[in-house]
């Protein structure tokens, strides 16, 4: 069974209280040493989602100041294909 830091479930909890609340979360951190596991690949993934929704969330500000003149990101492969 995994074992994970409370400090490190406080992080991913606060990414998800941030974004109810309206506000841009920031990546979560582990140390470069931590052992390639379960949390750290869904560390990854979390941090990938804070990047697009980041991202997302200044188009929609622009949008909303009236600028329309951005470019908006193209989609990225996560390896995954759609059948």
């Not at 979390?46 to 990101?73: C, K, T």
């Amino acid at each position: 069974m995994l074992s994970v830091e409370e400090k490190y479930l406080d992080q991913i909890s606060e990414v998800f209280h941030s974004i109810l609340k309206g506000e841009k979360p920031n990546a979560i951190h582990l140390p470069e040493d931590h052992p390639d596991n379960e949390l750290k690949q869904t560390v990854g993934f979390i941090n990938q989602f804070i990047d697009e929704y980041n991202g997302i969330s200044e188009q929609m500000y622009s949008l909303s100041r009236g600028d329309v003149h951005f470019e908006a990101p193209k989609g990225r492969d996560a390896g995954h294909s759609v059948a």
